[in-house]
């Protein structure tokens, strides 16, 4: 269960550290996607931007490195969930714009089949919060493998 439980974490880590840093190399752009689409209060957008995309990078370093495993596990499954609301809410005001979800690395448009993805996410995000919650912790070999192999992506 080890390897399952790692390579979970390293997929969501990859995503949202991937997500993170495009949000947090072009902050405009994401707070521009932000308040185009309504999803926050306009005062807040210009420091929960940043903040959202860091969070994300910390988030994704946390679960690889395995500190503070169930609040790191529950932070990314909460995380997720926030992720599948904002798509549900695209997709049922049919935007025909990308959800700034890897800034501008990938624009992407919103559809059904990636609601379906972000459901998919949010369950291997609530996977994960179960198996660091109930199971032993993975063994240390396992955790420097998959820190050595998201450090070379």
């Not at 995503?15 to 005062?43: D, N, Q």
């Not at 994704?60 to 395995?66: D, Q, Y």
């Amino acid at each position: 269960m080890d390897i399952t439980i790692i390579a979970v974490q390293s997929y969501l880590a990859a995503i949202l550290g991937i997500s993170g840093v495009a949000k947090a190399l072009e902050p405009r752009t994401f707070a521009a996607t932000l308040r185009r689409h309504r999803l926050l209060p306009p005062r807040t957008v210009v420091w929960a931007s940043p903040l959202i995309a860091w969070g994300e990078i910390l988030t994704a370093l946390f679960l690889v490195i395995g500190v503070l495993p169930v609040q790191t596990a529950a932070l990314a499954a909460l995380m997720f969930f926030c992720f599948l609301v904002v798509e549900a809410k695209l997709v049922a005001s049919k935007s025909s714009e990308g959800c700034g979800c890897y800034g501008s690395a990938y624009r992407r448009q919103i559809d059904t089949s990636s609601l379906v993805v972000s459901a998919i996410l949010f369950v291997l995000a609530c996977f994960n919060l179960w198996g660091v919650a109930t199971l032993p912790s993975p063994r240390l070999f396992w955790r420097i493998i998959a820190i050595c192999l998201y450090s070379m992506g």
